[in-house]
């Protein structure tokens, strides 16, 4: 008997140190915690963020996709092709209902999508960082032109405006991230519109995204609230397309095209703003990354997004950042995730190795159990066909996180 009871606590221990597979399972209302409301400027020294103590900040945080640049796979507007993106959505309205309708139904979507409550969702949930992913298009016109004269009348700065001043309550620090730039920087959908990537030598595009950085840095600059410029989402993610610019991702010409694009965005933002974190994202790897030394860049935080569903691929991703990190002194982040059956995994991975990590997504319309923290399974509702007044009162009703499922099994997985 006296042996059994030995065994029993023996495996006892082993199971409470190795063999819990997630953190407990618990409610929404269980949650609570309170971030420091202390923001400071942060920045990298020695391959670490850090805020202006030189105390390390490690960043865990959730992408607010889906609320600036719908994306139709996690969305209520029917796939009306395989790669239907937001462009196309706009077009439809446009044609439709006309610019001022069109303009009410977005504004209507995103004073709903996301609001002063989901921050302090995010806050109690035991995030210090959101990454807001946008587009172009919040700011201006197909042709680049200002869709307001003052920029305190542009409803993409209004925007942000409004996330990073509400995020400071709640001790959130805002990762501005480029998710569609003008032209596309790829040719996937998640741009805006599939089946581009011409900002880098298509007409006048680059100069477009010049203009766009650096008004965003100019307004900014000072803004201890915002952690990091995210030049370009995913870029040369091209696969499954063919045609002009459709670069492999980690070929020659791809990382040639992007890191002549960083280098220009990078150098457009110094010059009005020296103080911001810049990342540069690695499609699929750092190693396509430059050199940061070589180009002395400054400040800088490497960024890989992990979808990867094997722990061998986990832990290779998780050494390619580190040896960035221990090479060039970047600091490192997991811009996106979502790790499949391996998330509390991958997240104790991350946990160990000092990595900042930012889920995707917060907030999902039919997209499945895992891609959500909250989720809503929801009838898409036909914009061809649907009246103005069916689809205005179709965002006002649908879109507020209370009409959202909390999606605790996979929050337990989070760390």
Known sequence: MKKFVSVLVVLTLIFTMFGCTKQQVKNLEEYNNANSKDL??????????????????????????NWLLWETWMGFVPEYTEDWGYYDTLQVLLDRFGEEKTAEIVK???????????????????????????????????????????????PGFLRLD???????????????????APGGQSKNHCTGKAGRNELYEGEGKMETAMMLWGAIAQKYKDCKTVAAYDLLNEPQNNGGYEGDYSWAAESEEAIAQTNKAYDILYNTIRSVDENHIISFEGVWSTTVLPNPIEKN?????YQLHL????????????KELKTARKDWGVAVIVGEYNNGEYEYYA??????????????????????????IFNKDIERIDIKTATYEEILEFVTENTKTEKFDFNKEEMSNLI
């Open 108 to 154: 209507t979507f995103e004073d709903n999508f996301v609001t002063e409550e989901d921050i302090a969702h995010i806050e109690k949930l035991g995030f210090n960082c959101v990454r807001v992913p946008f587009w172009y298009r919040n700011f201006m016109t197909e042709d680049g032109e200002w869709l307001t004269e003052d920029y305190k009348d542009n």
């Open 347 to 372: 997240q104790k991975q991350y946990d160990k190795n000092d990595i900042s990590r930012v889920k995707w997504n917060y907030k999902t319309y039919n997209a499945g159990e895992q891609w959500g």
């Open 40 to 65: 400071s400027m942060l920045s990298v020294k020695n391959g670490y963020i850090v805020n202006e103590n030189g105390e390390e900040i490690v960043l865990k945080g959730v992408n607010l996709g």
């Open 162 to 180: 409004w996330l990073i001043s509400t995020c400071e309550k709640y001790g959130i620090y805002v990762i501005l991230d480029m998710h569609g």
């Open 307 to 318: 979808y990867d569903r094997d722990k061998g691929m986990i832990r290779y991703r998780v």
């Open 297 to 301: 860049y400054e400040n800088m935080l």
